[in-house]
């Protein structure tokens, strides 16, 4: 077998029904209230690495598969582009702002965050936030726009330390791709590998990849090289 080795910063696809763990209960719900019109801002939280991202790339994928527009944007990326540039995220039924931490420390992109706020509110639309903090946790300088987001509906993500969350979201995925792994390999997985669903997601990608063409029944020495990448990006 080829030598082994995983990059462990691709992107991944996602979808809602993948974060089907008891855990993520609240925060499907609160997608389910997103959807039905019930609340206009909602804010998610985590550690980096919990599926934040990933779980805002679904939220927007649901709606553009029932016909609404939507867009996920990093702040933190979004940083050094001209602030006009928050504008073109106005014509959006919803929007989905990542890392709105990045924001702290830079006062003329937090009004332009805040006009954005009231620009949705005024048309109807709606925002989604993300963050590794809770809202009263950030360290804002605009102390109205602290105000709208501590007033978001905020929820914050399971961390992955539930078996039942990992083994939900790696069998969903597997399942919506088509793939199918050796059992012995999920089950190490779950068990070794890493718990937080952004780097779960992304290891189980890198072994689905390496595994492409492999024979159907591996050798003990092949499943004792996956097993060893596995304990190398584990918890």
């Given amino acids: ?4 080795q995983l990059n462990i910063e691709l992107q991944l ?35 980096a690495g919990s599926g934040k991202s990933h ?3 679904a939220i927007c994928d649901s709606y553009m598969e029932v016909g609404k527009s939507a867009i996920k944007v990093s702040l933190l990326e ?4 001209p602030i006009e540039a928050i ?14 931490e990045a924001i702290s420390g830079v006062p003329h992109w937090q009004r332009a965050v805040f006009h954005l706020i009231n620009y949705n509110n005024e048309e109807g639309g709606q925002l989604i936030f993300s963050s590794r903090f809770a809202p009263m ?20 993500v399971p961390n992955g330390s539930l078996y039942a969350d990992r083994q939900a979201l790696v069998h969903s995925v597997l399942a919506r791709r088509g793939v199918q792994l ?12 890493p718990h937080q669903a952004a780097r779960l997601l992304q ?19 092949t499943l004792r090289q996956i097993f060893a990448l596995i304990d190398e990006y584990g918890q």
């Fill in 1 to 4: 077998m080829r030598q082994l």
């Fill in 13 to 47: 696809d996602a979808r809602i029904s993948d974060f089907s763990g008891p855990s993520w209960g609240p925060v499907v719900d609160a997608v389910r209230q997103l959807h039905a019109g019930l609340m206009n801002r909602f804010y998610i939280y985590g550690a």
């Fill in 55 to 57: 779980l805002l790339s």
């Fill in 78 to 81: 979004l940083l050094d582009a």
């Fill in 87 to 100: 504008t073109s995220l106005e014509k959006y039924d919803l929007v989905a702002l990542d890392d709105i």
């Fill in 137 to 156: 946790e950030l360290k804002l300088e605009l102390p109205d726009l602290q105000s709208r987001l501590t007033q978001a509906v905020s929820v914050k």
């Fill in 182 to 193: 050796d059992q012995q390999i999920i089950d190490y997985l779950l068990l070794h590998g």
């Fill in 203 to 221: 290891t189980l990608e890198q072994l689905e990849t390496l595994l492409k063409g492999e024979r159907t029944r591996l050798s003990n020495m």
